[in-house]
């Protein structure tokens, strides 16, 4: 009988040793502005978000250890409204592994500053999928949800649809919410747009760019070098189009926040003509990384 118990355990170990939930999420919560004779408060909320993101299943998929989504979530608590509310700002980031490489690519570096949220010590967190009640576990279910249409999208053409059309209902879901960043009017820069531009079919070639840039660039980069940069090079077209079609949409803020050093490191190894005309598509789309774009003119091809 112990032989058996034993034996039970052991395969219980190496089953959650081999099967692991999506993510490896680093969680941080800053509090210094916020003087609060309890600071417990604060290590126990970044306990229980790491909790929340990394033991929830997100997905239908099985992932190993090895397979984990890596990601970072920063919190920056400014401003304490009552005993259990607060304000401040979220940073995402996401990393993508690339392919016969020990390099990662950035994904995703996304800061909103509509955060605030109540917490209670102890208190479970709670995300209702139907419902509005508990806007830190929204903010966090919405921002796992882009983490996994973005990283699924860089691997299959608009692979990560299933995960934004989630986001978008957590979105629907919060329109009666008296906290902002979960509407059209507010901003053009929030929760609300970001899901609606990577869902919106006239801006399809963003999407496009993203499997492209990762999938047919990045990822054959340690092999073909030169290949992998042209692929790179030809999917910046699909933004190009995006951005002559409405160049205010907020994904193009997004991607550069992401792609724009990465980007200089690609193209200071280009042959000439190739960096010319990366330099006019990124020069044109955008403008305001043009300084870090002066490097790659100044680069010398190898």
């Known amino acids: ?66 397979e984990q989504i890596e990601c970072n979530i ?8 009552s005993s259990d509310e607060f304000k401040g700002t979220i940073q995402v980031q996401l990393k ?56 699924y999208d ?39 747009w970001l899901v609606e531009n990577m869902l919106n079919k006239s801006y399809a070639g963003f999407r496009d760019c993203l499997y492209n840039y990762h999938r047919h660039g990045m990822d054959v980069m340690a092999d073909k070098p030169e290949e992998g940069r042209a692929n790179i090079a030809e999917s910046l077209r699909s933004l190009q189009k995006v951005f002559r079609r409405r160049p205010s949409l907020y994904i193009l803020q997004i991607f550069f926040d992401s792609k724009s050093d990465e980007l200089v490191q690609i193209f200071s190894k280009s042959f000439p003509d190739e960096r010319n005309r990366v330099l006019t598509i990124l020069n044109e789309i955008d403008p305001s990384n043009g300084s870090k774009y002066d490097k790659i003119a100044k680069s010398e091809s190898f």
């Open 154 to 192: 860089s691997f299959s053409p608009e692979g990560g649809t299933e995960y934004f059309t989630k986001a978008q209902q957590i979105v629907n879901n919060s329109q009666n919410a008296v906290e902002q960043g979960w509407k059209s009017f507010e901003n053009e820069r929030n929760r609300y």
């Open 74 to 81: 920063f919190i920056r608590l400014t401003e304490q409204i």
């Open 1 to 66: 009988m112990k032989r058996i118990t034993i034996t039970f355990f052991i395969l219980l170990l190496v089953f959650q040793v081999s099967f692991a939930q999506e993510f490896r999420c680093n969680v941080s919560v800053q509090h210094q502005q916020i003087r609060a004779a309890n600071k417990n408060l604060f290590r126990t909320m970044r306990q229980d978000i790491y909790d929340f993101m990394n033991n929830r299943k997100w997905t239908d998929h099985v992932y190993s250890t090895n």
């Open 96 to 151: 993508r592994p690339v392919f016969n490489s020990t390099y990662e690519t950035v994904l995703l570096n996304i800061k909103d500053n509509n955060f605030r949220c109540k917490y209670v010590e102890f208190q479970p967190l709670v995300f209702n999928e139907t419902g509005n009640r508990d806007n830190l576990t929204n903010i966090l279910a919405y921002y796992a949800y882009i983490i996994l249409g973005f990283e």
